[in-house]
């Protein structure tokens, strides 16, 4: 068998798992690839691109972009998670913007190893998403949440980082 014929079936076989799985995708613009998306929690949905090769299948989701501030704080937390991922890792592109990547072998692929595989990428990009955007973006957030105040917008979407904002007696955030 070729390589192609072999990305060929095994993109078949991954399409048809995902379809099993109620998993939205479409074909990627790379021979080989498939395009999932997965909803969120924190992170409304995660966009993940699967990659497949002859033996392997490779994995890549978009966690967050470049981190306006506090780049060390966000680089040491996702070196800190990343002891804890399985065959995942989340890596910085030369933009600075923050990915999840990994691989899997396709030997064994099946419907359970690729619902689990996409459980462990939707908790690595959904769980710490809140917690990035308070260490790389507080700055933006503060100023959001300001401008929101000000127009008499509604902060609810927001509401997820209050403990950031300490009120002054006009009800807009203090600085720290």
Not at 147 to 169: C, I, K, M, Q, Y
Request: include cysteine; hydrophobic fraction near 45%.
């Amino acid at each position: 068998m070729t390589d192609d014929e072999a990305v060929r079936r095994v993109g078949e076989l991954l399409g048809g798992y995902l379809d099993q799985l109620d998993i939205s995708w479409e074909p990627g613009t790379r021979r080989g690839e498939l395009v999932a998306t997965l909803p969120g929690e924190r992170k409304l949905r995660t966009v993940v691109s699967l990659l497949v090769r002859r033996r392997v299948l490779r994995v890549r989701a978009f966690v967050v972009r470049n981190p306006d501030e506090n780049h060390l704080a966000v680089y040491t937390y996702l070196l800190r998670r990343n002891l804890r991922l399985p065959g995942l890792g989340y890596a910085v592109d030369a933009s600075g913007d923050v990915y999840l990547t990994g691989q899997v072998p396709v030997r064994g692929l099946d419907a359970a190893a690729v619902d689990e595989l996409l459980g462990a990428v939707l908790s690595a990009c959904d769980e710490p998403f809140n917690e990035l955007l308070a260490l790389g973006f507080r700055s933006a957030i503060r100023t959001e949440w300001d401008w929101r105040v000000s127009r008499g917008e509604s902060t609810a979407n927001l509401a997820a980082f209050r403990h950031l904002l300490v009120d002054d007696p006009a009800g807009r955030p203090a600085a720290d």
